[in-house]
């Protein structure tokens, strides 16, 4: 974009989003319009294994590309990263957070399945004590989610967590 404001800021999502595209980036933040649908390969193993090791703007804007750059300034730097998934209700918070964890649970999580599962089986009974219905949203979250994922010393994902 020639000029950044808010209305081709604007323009540029919404002419990206009727192409299906719906990440952009804006320097290192990434945004997220929710589609309201399925879009076809977007969370495929093959779209994992395309983001794996891959520099943020080497590819198109993704979630993956969020998840892979925490990971490797996790193993750089050798500090702890967070990743901020922020909304109103129904933009798809649950949903991100949800890809973020099957992209790092899928590639560096020794028993991924068993792991990601037991995450994702968790999610739910925690909404369940804060949801409510909403114009946009049939059960949309009244209280925000801390979620940690542990790592070892050969930057695995912790199936045990040390108490």
């Known amino acids: 974009m020639m000029f950044l404001n808010e209305a081709s800021l604007l323009n540029n999502i919404r002419t990206r989003y009727y192409k299906n595209k719906i990440y952009t980036y804006v320097a290192n933040i990434l945004i997220a319009v929710n589609p309201y649908s399925e879009i076809p390969a977007l969370y495929s193993p093959e779209m994992i294994r395309n983001y794996k090791g891959k520099s943020l703007g080497q590819l198109p804007p993704h979630v993956f590309a969020i998840a892979d750059k925490a990971y490797r300034d996790m193993q750089v730097l050798k500090q702890s990263q967070s990743i901020i998934v922020s909304g109103e ?16 649970c899928h590639n560096w999580g020794e028993e991924s399945g068993i792991l990601e599962q037991k995450i994702l089986d968790a999610n739910p009974v925690l909404e369940a004590f804060g949801n409510a219905k909403t114009t ?7 209280f925000g989610k801390f979620i940690e994922v542990h790592f070892d010393k050969d930057f695995k994902v912790l199936y045990d967590i040390p108490q």
Do not use: I, P, V, Y
């Open 89 to 104: 209700s129904g933009a798809g918070k649950t949903e991100s957070t949800k890809h973020l964890l099957k992209f790092l």
């Open 136 to 142: 946009r949203n049939n059960n949309s979250s009244r």
